[in-house]
């Protein structure tokens, strides 16, 4: 599993999870940005969508990055627009090159 750089083509954004307590004491969930890179982005289709092992029902897509240390599983990423919640992430083979990051769309978040 490898890229060329052309295929970094989709700009994306990283946010992390924090929540907020209004001035009730209720709990609201944000989402701050805190990096933006440069990735390769593939909706999945076909074998490879039921190889997944998730619902036919959201859209998901499969998402190849350089390698980063601080992207955590709860963060969400923006693509195109839309918001896609982690699922998993997996680090090519343990040699800190380039992850593969599979992601569903939060339709909620978009709207």
């Known amino acids: ?21 209004d001035e009730i004491g209720q709990p609201i969930v944000t989402y701050v940005p ?15 969508f039921f190889a997944s092992a998730q619902t036919t029902s ?15 599983a709860t963060d969400r990423l923006t693509a195109r ?6 699922v998993s992430i997996q680090n090519i083979k343990n040699r800190n090159r380039e992850l593969l990051i ?3 769309r939060n339709p909620i978040a978009d709207g």
């Open 58 to 72: 959201e859209a998901q897509a499969k998402v190849t990055m350089r390698w980063r240390r601080d992207l955590d």
């Open 34 to 48: 805190y990096a933006e890179a440069l990735a390769k982005f593939e909706p999945l289709i076909g074998r490879e």
């Open 1 to 21: 599993m490898s890229y060329t750089a052309q295929e970094l083509n989709t700009k994306i954004t990283l946010s992390r999870y924090t929540y907020e307590v």
């Open 102 to 104: 599979y992601v569903k």
């Open 81 to 86: 627009g839309q918001h896609w919640d982690i």
